[in-house]
């Protein structure tokens, strides 16, 4: 069955550091998406992606965030200069069809830890 | 700002039993909800969904109920297993692009 795929599992940075979460969407998906769950916390949405372009973000994602499709298959998530309250899992999510209905799928997320 | 909200932060189910999951919406914009499991270090994993022009969906054990003029939907399980021991989130389309999610409920099947 495909799957969203996520790397690194697990991410350590330094505050003010620059990272990239990679996420590998499942192939015939068209809409991309990327939330955060702070630990304990509930899950929460940053940004969509369609079309080469982001469709909708979050007050959360500011301009220390972007995204990125750099080639067909991966889908990046940036965090220029890191906080240490950016640490979080992060989820990347796909949905294939061309009605909003269609199901989000998960990947299994990338824990970020700021120290 | 919760526009969804689960308000049972635990439940505990004995196996075989029903498990009533609760969730609560503010948004009567809301017309699209869904129901994802979550076990630890994995992503959410799709269980069930509802659309607004229906008040209730099954899908084997697992059964959705919406009431829209109380803005509420509970996911029933039943039989409840050890294996749906998790954490349960409900989520709403918010506009096109994004969901909303509860803080999540839980759920610990006992053997």
């Known amino acids: 069955e495909p799957e969203v795929t996520q790397t690194p599992s697990h991410q350590v940075t330094q505050m003010g550091q620059e990272v990239i979460l990679r996420c590998v969407p499942i192939?015939?998906?068209?809409?991309f998406y990327w939330y955060r769950q702070i630990l304990g916390q509930k899950v929460e949405f940053l940004v969509s992606f369609y079309n080469n372009e982001i469709s909708e973000k979050s007050e959360i994602f500011d301009d220390q965030f972007s995204v990125e499709r750099p080639d067909g298959s991966n889908f990046t998530l940036k965090i220029r200069s890191t906080k240490l309250e950016d640490s979080a899992m992060y989820f990347c999510?796909?949905?294939?069809?061309?009605?909003?209905?269609?199901?989000?799928?998960f990947g299994p997320g990338t824990r970020l830890t700021v120290l | 700002d919760q526009q969804v909200k689960q308000n049972s932060p635990s439940l505990s189910v004995q196996e075989g039993r029903i498990s009533i999951l609760n969730c609560d919406y503010t948004n009567s914009m809301f017309d699209y909800f869904l129901w994802y499991k979550k076990y630890p270090a994995e992503g959410p994993t799709f269980l069930i969904s509802?659309?607004?022009?229906?008040d209730k969906n099954e899908d084997g054990r697992f059964t959705v109920f919406l009431n829209k003029s109380a803005k509420h939907l509970s996911l029933h399980i039943v039989p409840s297993q050890p294996g749906d021991s998790a954490v349960y989130f409900c989520a709403a389309l918010s506009g096109t692009y994004k969901y909303i999610f509860g803080t999540g409920t839980r759920l610990k099947v006992l053997a």
């Open positions: 509802i659309s607004s022009i229906k």
């Open positions: 999510a796909s949905t294939g069809g061309r009605k909003f209905t269609d199901t989000q799928y």
């Open positions: 192939s015939n998906h068209l809409y």
